[in-house]
């Protein structure tokens, strides 16, 4: 069964910085997505950015990046120039593109300091 | 916008009664999805359904059950809830494309 690690239970960040959310995932399938949602406190959970693993490009979505190492089997999420409204669980997940069932991570939690 | 709704935001059960989280989708999507939220373990899936009267059990089924008798919703069942189901239930929908959408989640605490 696919697994997917988030290492970093808790990660914080000053406004304006950057950081970065380790993900890596286990699998033996070549064809699968790969996505970062967020969950604020509010808790409705949203799609931050996706990854289709035949693509080498790595995405991008405005100060949202990821850095996609299929062969490591690593898929970390970078945010750019930090904001208040950034603060919140961020999860990992993985789908096979023929499976229903998406496996997430355990989650980081993101503080965002003024 | 797509929507995803649950019935309630919080909701407090006693032990041994039956529970309904209910879920309603206004996108016509054929995916439906009930997951468990536990701190430190992420979300692990309960059930799925992928057209209405199909399901599919998920990680953690036990003491659980679901229906589907139209498209737009997808029931959650507690039959006899224990105090080990206290968590949090988030409901998704996803159609043909890779995107699934969430609910704002109901917090269950059974007594």
């Known amino acids: 069964a696919q697994t997917v690690t988030q290492s970093q239970p808790e990660m914080s960040v000053q406004e304006a910085e950057t950081v970065t959310l380790s993900c890596t995932y286990d699998?033996?399938?070549?064809?699968?997505?790969l996505f970062w949602y967020k969950q604020p406190p509010s808790r409705q959970m949203i799609l931050v950015i996706r990854?289709?693993?035949?693509?080498?490009q790595n995405a991008t979505e405005n100060r949202f990046s990821v850095n996609f190492q299929k062969a490591a089997k690593s898929f970390s999420l970078k945010i750019s120039d930090s904001q208040l409204g950034d603060a919140a669980m961020y999860f990992c997940?993985?789908?096979?593109?023929?499976?229903?069932?998406?496996?997430f991570g355990a989650g980081t939690r993101l503080t965002v300091k003024p | 916008d797509v929507k995803v709704t649950q019935s309630s935001r919080y909701l407090v059960k006693r032990t041994g009664e039956k529970v309904f989280l209910e879920c309603v989708q206004d996108?016509?999507?054929?995916?439906m999805f009930w997951y468990r939220q536990d701190p430190g373990l992420g979300l692990r899936l309960i059930y799925f359904?992928?057209?209405?009267?199909?399901?599919e059990k998920g990680d953690i089924p036990e003491g659980y059950s679901v229906s589907r008798e139209k498209k737009e919703r997808f029931s959650l069942i507690l039959e006899s809830a224990s105090t080990n189901q206290t968590s949090m239930y988030l409901c998704?929908?996803?159609?043909?494309?890779?995107?699934?959408?969430f609910g704002p989640g109901t917090r269950l605490t059974v007594t």
């Open positions: 998704a929908s996803r159609g043909m494309g890779y995107e699934q959408y």
């Open positions: 699998t033996s399938e070549s064809d699968y997505y």
């Open positions: 990854q289709e693993a035949y693509k080498q």
């Open positions: 997940a993985y789908r096979n593109y023929f499976n229903n069932d998406m496996r």
């Open positions: 996108m016509d999507h054929e995916n």
């Open positions: 359904s992928y057209d209405v009267k199909m399901k």
